[in-house]
């Protein structure tokens, strides 16, 4: 049965574009031409919003910058790198340890969960940052040797006055003999962290992927995890459930990563991806150069488990195939005695996404499972495909939002009034001190895994918890 014909009741197109109008009457007329196409009900099969676009100046926007697509989602969770933050000491400050993308290993020995900054002042502005970088770069190798190798993000400054960090980084290479990978990921490039996405797979396209291969022996059962970058260890759950139907999971992009098996992926026999926004440009890559297909997949919830691990195996022999029902069979009614326990607290209550990446479709499911409905979703930083995939995840006249400004989400939440917001923290406080509960779907709120079988009950735990909270009868909301 497609997902386009689930309905919301007392929601229809007219209702939803009633909303819309309504939330758009503030603006002045300009911005009300330039926002009215980012804001649509959903009609369940295709790209219903304009996406991609810049933000109209004074909207409050919700984005990062293409250095926080870089630095905070491709390159900062790979772990055995040095990570060099090239400029200001903000950008790096603020940028570290954000994301939640945890690691293993030992700090400074196998990891390298730490803040490297250039820290630009004044003089490096006036007189170029090329020199400080070159001894960075030393200091770094010296202060860490068993470091594999050192990525090198610019931030803004680094652009505008027109340092050329890859010659500086070609040549340190040479003489510390390791790799320095530039990333030409000025925060003022392109219209959101997005680019700083594809900034970053182009680096790994052309600095790594291709120079190793691994130390293993090849099987037919060789898969690299792409686009999943760790949060609260949702790799490791992915890791263990794919290994259990019997693949072998040879490199991870980026979370808990590591630059030796990701410089070897260009051998593995298929690219499992979980993040189609920040890794789909490096997928269509190996694909076209090294004839590896890809598939996307979600393991939000046992629904979508369920039928993301029966269209893996489906790419492999009966082997695999055999061993994912017997996964299913076992973990199936472990999932619903979960779902027998929360379903009746949660049945019926309603949910609003806004996050960035893939959650604001992948989760539905999940939230589906135990009884809820998704009255509304939205990215920050999405394009056109994403909403194509949103689309029949969506119940239809749903409203589906682009880049909302905070105003827009208000506006929505006010006339909708869902139980449930699922955002960022930039949303959350306000939403709380409306007296709404709320769950950070950036980084799992301090929490997680949500993802695979051990992260289905922490997230139905997460939200029950966020909705039957006995505290919410203590606020009282001044909105």
Not at 158 to 164: A, K, M, T
Not at 215 to 235: F, H, K, Q, R, T
Not at 442 to 450: A, I, L, M, N, Q
Request: aromatic share 10%; glycine share 10%; hydrophobic share 35%.
């Amino acid at each position: 049965m497609s997902h386009a014909i689930r309905k919301v009741e007392g929601i229809t197109k007219d209702s939803t574009q009633e909303m819309i109008d309504k939330a758009l009457e503030i603006y002045p007329e300009k911005a009300k031409k330039k926002r009215a196409p980012h804001l649509a009900p959903n009609d369940g099969v295709s790209s219903c919003v304009k996406s991609n676009r810049k933000t109209v100046p004074g909207v409050m926007s919700a984005r990062g910058c293409a250095y926080a697509g870089a630095k905070g989602v491709v390159w900062g969770p790979i772990r055995d790198m040095v990570h060099v933050s090239h400029g200001p000491v903000g950008c790096g400050w603020y940028s570290w340890g954000t994301r939640r993308n945890l690691m293993s290993g030992i700090t400074g020995v196998t990891n390298f969960a730490m803040q490297f900054t250039s820290d630009f002042q004044e003089k490096d502005i006036v007189y170029g940052g090329d020199k400080k970088l070159k001894q960075l770069l030393g200091e770094a190798r010296e202060l860490f040797p068993l470091a594999k190798g050192i990525s090198v993000l610019s931030e803004c400054p680094v652009g505008l006055i027109g340092d050329d960090i890859n010659a500086t980084a070609k040549q340190s290479s040479q003489e510390l003999d390791i790799p320095i990978i530039p990333c030409n990921c000025e925060g003022f490039r392109g219209v959101s962290q997005s680019l700083g996405h594809h900034i970053s797979n182009d680096t790994i396209r052309d600095y790594i992927i291709g120079t190793r291969e691994f130390a293993e022996p090849e099987s037919p059962y060789d898969i690299s995890l792409i686009g999943d970058y760790n949060i609260g260890g949702d790799v490791w759950s992915a890791k263990a459930l794919l290994e259990e139907i019997g693949l072998n999971v040879k490199s991870v992009w980026t979370g808990d990563g590591e630059l030796e098996k990701i410089a070897a992926t260009h051998k593995v026999k298929l690219n499992l991806i979980h993040c189609y926004r920040s890794m789909n440009y490096m997928c269509k890559v190996m694909e076209e150069k090294f004839g590896i297909p890809w598939l996307e997949f979600n393991f939000f919830g046992p629904t979508k488990i369920r039928e993301s691990l029966r269209a893996i195996g489906a790419r492999f022999d009966q082997t695999i195939q055999d061993k994912v029902e017997q996964v299913i069979a076992k973990y199936d009614p472990i999932m619903q005695a979960i779902i027998d326990e929360y379903r009746p607290r949660l049945e019926g209550k309603k949910v609003m996404l806004l996050v960035g990446g893939l959650r604001p479709r992948h989760t539905i499911g999940a939230y589906e499972d135990l009884g809820m409905e998704c009255v509304g979703s939205g990215y920050e930083f999405a394009h056109g495909d994403d909403y194509e995939r949103t689309a029949p995840e969506m119940p239809e006249a749903t409203v589906i939002y682009d880049d909302p400004s905070e105003y827009e989400l208000e506006q929505f939440v006010h006339t909708l009034k869902p139980d449930l917001i699922g955002s960022g923290i930039k949303e959350k406080y306000v939403f709380q001190k409306m007296g709404i509960p709320f769950r950070q779907m950036h980084s799992w709120d301090y929490s997680g895994p949500y993802h695979g079988y051990q992260g289905f009950s922490v997230f139905a735990r997460d939200i029950d918890m966020a909705v039957n909270s006995p505290t919410w009868k203590l606020v009282k909301s001044p909105f």
